[in-house]
């Protein structure tokens, strides 16, 4: 009894703070107002972008998601993330939201839009729906990384079909493997294990996790992109095929 009502107490204070920062602030509103930028004017500016869906929301409020359990930093780190695009606001970050349109078609975008609708976000930096299928040939990814990149994700089959790709056009593709579920301790500890400088980008595939630990790249200078789970939904089709 005594854990549900502390619970109850952590939850309602994680939403208290996201009111009381956004509710009363209108930068991001100025920041966001009329952006739409493209994939290509992402990558061709040598920008770092993250992706923003209803994973990060659940965890922000303290939530749980089936493939990663909540806690403080991870939340701590979701919140970071916000408020650095809000208040910093870098040059060379960009922040993508789910579309408005697949917000209200959508029930599992639920605690996303009603986030956007605290903070007053009408649409991030750019739409992260576009690095779905649906909109976008992942093959086509391969021509925009640098001739060495390392990938930080779970599914190997991916990676290896990526690997093979830009192995056809000259270009390196490492791996740092992290588990696929409950990755938090093993993506961060990444930090102080990997050698960023030997690489010209860091391609991110690895949850919310893998979105703290890019954004902490970021502010250390790294070129970083964040590619969902663009992967996963690759290797599916080509195991379909």
């Known amino acids: 009894m005594i854990l549900r009502i502390l619970i109850k107490v952590k939850f ?3 939403k208290f703070i996201i009111f ?3 509710k009363y602030t209108h930068k991001f509103n100025q920041f966001n107002k009329g952006k739409s930028l493209t994939f290509d004017q992402i990558i061709n500016g040598h920008n770092s972008f ?3 869906g209803d994973g990060e929301t659940e965890l922000l409020l303290g939530r749980s998601i089936y493939f990663q359990r909540s806690n403080f930093h991870i939340s701590y780190g979701l919140l970071s993330i916000l ?3 809000l208040f910093n606001n870098q040059h060379n970050f960009f922040l993508g939201f789910p579309s408005n349109e697949l917000i209200e078609n959508s029930a599992s975008f639920n605690e996303t839009k009603k986030l956007m609708s605290i903070i007053g976000v009408k649409s991030g930096d750019f739409d992260a729906n576009i690095l779905r299928n649906c909109y976008f040939s992942f093959f086509d990814f391969i021509k925009y990384l640098p001739s060495k ?3 930080i994700a ?9 690997h093979n790709k830009l192995s056809l056009i000259g270009k390196k593709l490492e791996l740092a493997k992290v588990p696929s579920c409950n990755s938090f301790e093993s993506v961060m500890n990444l930090m ?6 030997d690489y010209e980008c860091i391609v991110i595939s690895a949850g919310p996790a893998g ?3 890019g954004h902490e790249l970021i502010n250390k200078g790294y070129l970083v992109w964040d590619i969902g789970h663009g992967l996963d939904s690759m290797a599916k089709e080509i195991l379909a095929s």
């Open 192 to 197: 102080s294990t990997i050698p960023w400088d």
């Open 20 to 22: 009381i920062v956004f």
């Open 154 to 162: 779970g599914n190997e089959l991916g990676f290896h079909i990526l």
């Open 83 to 85: 408020l650095s695009r």
């Open 149 to 151: 990149s390392l990938l």
């Open 12 to 14: 309602l204070l994680y």
């Open 211 to 213: 979105k703290i630990l």
């Open 50 to 52: 993250l992706r923003w």
